[in-house]
């Protein structure tokens, strides 16, 4: 016979009854100690939930991400919202007077005692009351080998005590949430989404008959849960068969339904949740969170014929910079889209307008050469091309940025002066440009850059907000600085007007097209190179929205173009936007005039025009090549060259160009290198220097001042060139 002060379970039966029933009148004995007792609230506030809940700008539940993985956990759930059926069922199995006794059922007790001396399987007599207190004290819970009496005493004790400080309610509404079910499932919240797959106030009597089955023995196998679950309907005389709760049970067992079907903002959880049963309320939307994913997935399915797999859509709130919709890549990996880098394409051409236009190089309705042109560089010529492989000829600039010439586009850069461009793509939030700008070269013009949609839709929001710039957010507690100027509003609002113009874009992209909304809305597409990248990135008064397609793993794209890849998408989300309020044009900032315009010769229609004060023109006049004022397009006046230590000597060029009628030469520090017919290579050196256009007679016609920074390669002493 085992010793007294063995473990409980190790006794003889004649010594179990004996000893249980010794405890039983010590313990009536002794009066319920009140004082370690935890408080039913502090109980449920100290709870934690296995998983942080993401919660939409509504508090509406968005988005669950595991983060203990000890246990899976769903958070605290009321009595009230659970099936009445559960606890019918968990009472009727567990602890049948539970209502009428103090927290220790010594009727119970001593049946089990009796049935402990005359059967061969013990019979345990504790009460939800008894298995709540071992929940909640670690102290109190059986090791393999069972209880020691001293716990088991112990166990009693606060088993009177909880039932003298909480109400029936409480006790059954937190045993129903801290008990395990089966496996790694604790909880009514964890177990009637994991094996059933919904919540638990829509348990059945059946499910709920199986789930109280489970509590003596979580981990039984699936027979002896749908015999124990049979035996219980019998006593709840329950209209289940037996067959059915069989059927039922080997589902449960068989297919655990924890996993959510729809994940709709997997990276913002990453992003944002951190510790487990925290609730983090985002600035998403959730039905637009929703709606754009499954736009987006439309859509890729209508682009899976061409080769398209990802995207990603990112919706902005223009005057908070507020996230509205992150979606990442419509579900179909871990990647992030809204941060992973790509080819710009196109949609860096605005900001390269915009620049042309506030340094009053340009005006909306100045004409540029849509012909074929070559650019000498270090690395040899550089021959841009339209994307239709075609050319216009004379255009205005509305035109070339709305239908997005590529010719065009390069000429401007070449006139606005790549170190220019460069610096504003950065001053507009495109901190992925960290490399020089030689690095980009020309070809920065057509988006050679790499970007994600996250700054690039930013970028596009400055536009928006009239040239002012500040960040993003994705929780509404984020304190952001307060915006600032990086582009000139009159510029600003000029490029937005020609983005927003069906017509000037109907050149290249017809007059119905997707990015032709039903209220005024600015827009624009880009297709990198060798079409691996598709976006479509444009804003209306409230809202800016980008959108990109592609594949992750950077295969080409089979014959899509900036309407048929990225533009349905977006169009969609638009469109939903502003499903109850239209997009309304801008105000017309000061500095900005309206004016009427016709060309000669009629290049393009009459039309009226926007201009920065000072800049309008009623008549745009072609001139010959002969009649243009000579003009130095580069280096422009006080542009910085940097040296690159890292480029071999004999590759360090920086090329002069022009616009030049006949006769003239390049004189550089006062010293003649040659004609002005074409783009002059200069080996640079370090300083301050001046160039200019001189005629036969050594006159200067233009003239521009610039600077070289670094060390002298070689330490070349004269200019040359070739």
């Not at 009230?80 to 059922?105: K, M, T």
């Not at 980009?440 to 988006?447: E, F, I, N, T």
């Not at 001046?690 to 004269?718: I, K, N, Y």
């Amino acid at each position: 016979m085992c010793a007294v002060s063995g473990p409980y379970g190790r006794a003889s039966p004649v010594l179990r009854a004996m000893l249980l029933a010794t405890l039983a009148w010590a313990a009536l004995s002794v009066p319920a100690a009140r004082a370690e007792v935890a408080t039913a609230e502090q109980v449920r506030r100290d709870y934690r939930a296995s998983e942080a809940q993401l919660l939409d700008r509504h508090g509406v539940a968005l988005q669950a991400l595991r983060i203990d993985m000890q246990g899976r956990r769903a958070p605290w759930v009321a009595l009230g919202d659970i099936s009445p059926a559960l606890p019918a069922a968990v009472l009727q199995a567990e602890d049948q007077r539970f209502y009428q006794h103090e927290g220790v059922d010594w009727s119970a007790a001593g049946k089990a005692a009796w049935d402990n001396l005359f059967r061969s399987r013990p019979r345990g007599a504790s009460t939800i009351t008894m298995q709540l207190a071992a929940l909640l004290d670690p102290r109190l819970q059986a090791a393999k080998q069972g209880r020691s009496w001293a716990q088991k005493w112990d166990q009693v004790q606060a088993a009177r005590a909880l039932d003298a400080s909480w109400s029936k309610q409480q006790i059954l509404e937190a045993y129903l949430n801290l008990v395990s079910f089966r496996g790694e499932l604790q909880g009514v919240g964890a177990a009637a989404r994991g094996l059933f797959g919904k919540v638990p106030s829509g348990l059945t009597l059946t499910e709920s008959m199986i789930l109280a089955s489970l509590l003596r023995a979580p981990n039984a196998a699936p027979a002896m849960v749908w015999q124990r679950a049979c035996a219980l309907s019998r006593e709840l005389r329950a209209p289940a068969t037996c067959s059915e709760i069989e059927l039922r049970t080997l589902v449960a067992m068989g297919k655990p339904q924890i996993a959510q079907e729809l994940t709709p903002a997997p990276q913002v959880a990453q992003q944002l949740l951190g510790r487990s049963g925290q609730n983090v309320r985002s600035t998403l939307d959730g039905q637009l969170q929703l709606f754009a994913q499954t736009a987006l997935r439309q859509q890729l399915m209508a682009l899976r014929e061409r080769n398209v797999g990802d995207g990603a859509v990112l919706v902005l709130d223009n005057a908070s910079g507020e996230i509205l919709a992150y979606v990442a890549n419509a579900g179909g990996s871990e990647i992030d889209g809204v941060t992973a880098l790509r080819q710009a394409g196109s949609t860096l051409k605005p900001f390269l307008y915009q620049l042309a236009l506030e340094r009053r190089l340009l005006t909306a309705a100045s004409v540029i050469d849509d012909s074929a042109i070559d650019i000498a560089t270090p690395t040899g010529l550089y021959v841009p091309q339209n994307y239709d492989k075609q050319f216009k000829g004379q255009v205005s600039v509305r035109t070339s940025l709305a239908s997005s010439l590529n010719v065009p586009a390069v000429r401007t850069l070449v006139m606005t002066g790549l170190e220019r461009f460069h610096s504003r793509l950065q001053q507009v939030g495109l901190s992925s440009l960290t490399e020089p700008p030689d690095y980009y070269g020309y070809s920065l013009a057509l988006g050679s850059a790499e970007v994600s949609l996250l700054e690039l839709t930013n970028a596009y929001r400055v536009l928006a907000n009239g040239g002012l710039y500040s960040g993003v957010k994705l929780t509404a507690s984020a304190q952001l600085p307060a915006p600032r100027r990086v582009l000139d509003a009159a510029a600003s609002f000029i490029v937005s007007d020609i983005l927003s113009d069906r017509a000037a874009r109907s050149v290249t992209f017809g007059l119905k097209n997707e990015l032709a909304t039903g209220f005024w809305s600015a827009v624009k597409t880009g297709t990198s190179k060798d079409m691996r990248d598709n976006w479509c990135i444009g804003y209306s008064d409230r809202y800016t929205v980008g959108v990109w397609v592609g594949n992750f793993d950077g295969q080409p794209m089979w014959d899509v173009s900036g309407v048929t890849g990225a533009a349905p998408a977006w169009r969609d989300v638009m469109d939903y936007l502003h499903r109850q309020q239209p997009g309304r044009a801008p105000a017309v900032p000061a500095g900005v005039q309206s004016r009427q315009i016709s060309y000669q010769p009629a290049l393009e229609n009459p039309r009226s025009e926007w201009f920065m004060a000072g800049t309008g023109s009623a008549v745009v006049t072609l001139v010959t090549q002969a009649q243009r004022v000579p003009t130095i397009i580069y280096p422009a006046e006080s542009t910085i060259i940097a040296i690159d230590p890292d480029m071999p000597e004999a590759v360090q060029r920086v090329f002069f160009q022009a616009q030049a009628g006949k006769g003239l030469s390049w004189q550089l520090d006062g010293t003649e290198l040659g004609q002005a017919g074409s783009a002059y290579a200069w080996h640079p050196t370090p300083g301050q220097h001046a160039l200019a256009l001189v005629d036969s007679a050594a006159r200067v016609v233009a003239s521009t001042r610039f600077q070289v920074r670094g060390s002298d390669p070689a330490g070349a002493a004269a200019p040359s060139g070739h």
